[in-house]
Nanobody
């Protein structure tokens, strides 16, 4: 019943911007940790950013800090990932994930085994 669905992936040139969306349903949205992961071909899935919807606290991977911004529209049950100054190494399938544990985001414990609900992924390709 818990569902998250990503959208917004596209092909962009280096230096460009994209905004990804994650629409949620089937759970109490304002008491969850929601995170973005990404997985490039041949590499492990890695955490990118997270937000705790109860208080709006956020964390980021060092590789995207200063370039990506996560936000939440609790009324619409949607989170966004604004990606600016994109680099070719940002190319990956981006996944939205949700979990009720409140302690994940402050310490950036954004690891796949901790998240129970996953979206289908959306492709982001950054050309040089």
């Amino acid at each position: 019943e818990v569902q998250v669905v990503e959208s917004g992936g596209d092909l962009v040139q280096a230096g460009g911007s994209l905004r990804l969306s994650c629409a949620a349903s089937g759970f109490t949205f304002d008491n969850y940790t929601i995170a973005w992961f990404r997985q490039a071909p041949g590499k492990e899935r890695e955490g990118v950013s997270c937000i705790r919807t109860s208080d709006g606290s956020t964390s980021y991977a060092d590789s995207v800090k200063g370039r990506f911004t996560i936000s939440s529209d609790n009324a619409k049950k949607t989170i966004f990932l604004q990606m600016d100054s994109l680099k070719p190494e940002d190319t990956a399938v981006y996944y939205c994930a949700a979990d009720p544990k409140p302690w994940l985001c402050p310490g950036f414990l954004i690891l796949p085994p901790f998240f129970v609900s996953w979206g289908q992924g959306t492709q982001v390709t950054v050309s040089s």
